[in-house]
C-alpha cells in the first residue's frame, strides 16, 4: 500500500544537539511538506519542496534545516538554534502543489530531555 | 494574510445527533476547501475536498458545503456514532499565491454511547 512513513514516533532531544526526523512516501509524489502542530493549535508550515533539490521555507523555518535529494525523501533537521522543538511533527505529500489532497503521515513526537 | 477560524473549539453531544461544524476564512479568494479528520497522536486523514466552482460534497454520513461569498464552509455529519470522535480540521488554499493550505485549529469531537 502507498503512503508515508515517519520516524521515529517519539524522539527526545538534549539541549544542544540537532536531531533528524525522516519522512518517506512511495506514492510518486513531487510536493512534500512538513508541519509543526502544539496542542489546541492549527498546522504552521515550516518548510515545503515542489521538486527534487529544491525547497521553500513555510512560516515557521528558522531553526530547522531540510533536503530534498530524492523525490521520496524529506528529512527535516531540528537543530539547536530552534529553542522550543518540543511538538508533533506532521509530513505530508500530495500530487504536486495544491492541487490533490493531502497525504499525511502519522507523525514524530519530539521531546526536550 | 489568510486566516482560518473553526467554531467550536470542542463538542459533546450523544449518539446519533445530526452535527454542523463551521469553518470560516477571511479571504473569499479561495483555490479549494478541505476537510480532514485527525485522530489522538495521529496523521491528518482528508475527508471531503471542494473546489472552488463547487457548492458542496458528500461522501456516506458526511456533507460539506462551501458558501466563497460569505467566507464559510460547514461540515454536516448524519446521525453520529462514537467512531466519529477525533478533531476535525478544515484549511483553504487561497488562489494565485503559493498554493499552500492554510488550516484552522479544529474541533475536537466527542460522541458518547
Known amino acids: 500500500d502507498g503512503g508515508i512513513t515517519q520516524s521515529p514516533k517519539y524522539l527526545f532531544r538534549k539541549e544542544g544537539q540537532n536531531v533528524t526526523l525522516s519522512c518517506e512516501q512511495n506514492l510518486n509524489h513531487d510536493a512534500m511538506y512538513w508541519y509543526r502542530q502544539d496542542p489546541g493549535q492549527g498546522l504552521r508550515l515550516i518548510y515545503y519542496s515542489q521538486i527534487v533539490n529544491d525547497f521553500q521555507k513555510g512560516d515557521i523555518a528558522e531553526g530547522y534545516s531540510v533536503s530534498r535529494e530524492k523525490k521520496e525523501s524529506f528529512p527535516l533537521t531540528v537543530t539547536s538554534a530552534q529553542k522550543n522543538p518540543t511538538a508533533f511533527y506532521l509530513c505530508?505529500?500530495?500530487?504536486?502543489?495544491?492541487?490533490?489532497?493531502?497525504?499525511f503521515g502519522d507523525g514524530t513526537r519530539l521531546s526536550i530531555l | 494574510k489568510q486566516e482560518v477560524t473553526q467554531i467550536p473549539a470542542a463538542l459533546s453531544v450523544p449518539e446519533g445527533e445530526n452535527l454542523v461544524l463551521n469553518c470560516s476564512f477571511t479571504?473569499?479568494?479561495?483555490?479549494?476547501l478541505q476537510w480532514f479528520r485527525q485522530d489522538p497522536g495521529k496523521g491528518l486523514t482528508s475527508l471531503l475536498l471542494i473546489q472552488s466552482s463547487q457548492r458542496e460534497q458528500t461522501s456516506g454520513r458526511l456533507n460539506a458545503s462551501l458558501d466563497k461569498s460569505s467566507g464559510r464552509s460547514t461540515l454536516y455529519i448524519a446521525a453520529s456514532q462514537p467512531g466519529d470522535s477525533a478533531t476535525y480540521l478544515c484549511a483553504v488554499i487561497a488562489s494565485g499565491g503559493s498554493y499552500i493550505p492554510t488550516f484552522g485549529r479544529g474541533t475536537s469531537l466527542i460522541v458518547h454511547p
Open positions: 479571504d473569499s479568494a479561495i483555490y479549494n
Open positions: 505530508a505529500s500530495s500530487v504536486d502543489r495544491g492541487e490533490q489532497p493531502q497525504h
